[in-house]
């Protein structure tokens, strides 16, 4: 009995602190992106779109949740891996700081639409984080999205997450940066050139 006791402490301890360290890095994640579009950009100019939830994004959460709550289940044992959820939460501090970083460097220049048209605030970033990497922003949320599921030590989501957001931004950079060859011209090709994109396997 003392035994069985144990283990449901062991189990409840490891679900409350891995959910609600997920719950945090969500609603920070989400609530921060807000509050700076309304900062940056006026609260006249920003939607909901700027909390940045789409149907195939809650989608994903659910399934993750899914899988975690099975696996914690089934496979108890494969959530104690601490030194793996820890390096999640590592990876998911690093990736909110890399794109809060990039979000604030960019300033007015940061949207989270792709421009086609050309404004007055849409200028070049190249200082900052944007000497090392083009897309600092979508390095960040790589790195954050994947590091949700590392720390809720999620495997198939973990594969899963990688691959599709990895998929999405192999998309979208080269078709945001068609418009910006148009906008900056040889300046963002040699930029484009001489720093990478920030996305592993993307140039």
């Excluded at 920003?46 to 899988?67: D, G």
């Excluded at 944007?130 to 973990?158: A, D, E, K």
């Excluded at 998929?167 to 910006?180: C, D, G, V």
Aim: charged fraction near 15%.
């Amino acid at each position: 009995m003392p035994s069985s006791i144990s283990f449901a402490e062991i189990l409840s301890y490891t679900a409350c602190r891995q959910l609600s360290q997920m719950f945090l890095a969500v609603v920070f994640f989400h609530s921060s992106e807000y509050i700076l579009a309304v900062a940056i950009h006026g609260r006249s100019n920003v939607t909901l779109k700027s909390l940045l939830i789409s149907k195939n994004y809650l989608l994903a959460m659910i399934f993750s949740l899914l899988e975690y709550i099975v696996e914690i289940v089934l496979f108890p044992g494969l959530k104690e891996h601490w030194w793996i959820s820890d390096t999640g939460l590592a990876l998911v501090v690093i990736g909110e700081f890399t794109r809060k970083l990039a979000i604030i460097t960019a300033g007015r220049a940061f949207t989270h639409l792709i421009k086609v048209y050309h404004d007055e605030h849409h200028l070049l970033i190249t200082h900052g984080i944007y000497r090392f990497v083009r897309h600092p922003g979508y390095s960040g949320f790589f790195i954050w999205s994947v590091g949700t599921q590392i720390m809720l030590c999620n495997p198939i989501s973990t594969v899963g997450f990688a691959i599709v957001v990895w998929k999405f931004f192999a998309e979208r950079i080269p078709h945001e940066e068609y418009f910006l060859k148009r906008f900056f011209g040889s300046e963002y090709e040699e930029y484009a050139h001489r720093v990478p994109s920030g996305v592993p396997f993307v140039k």
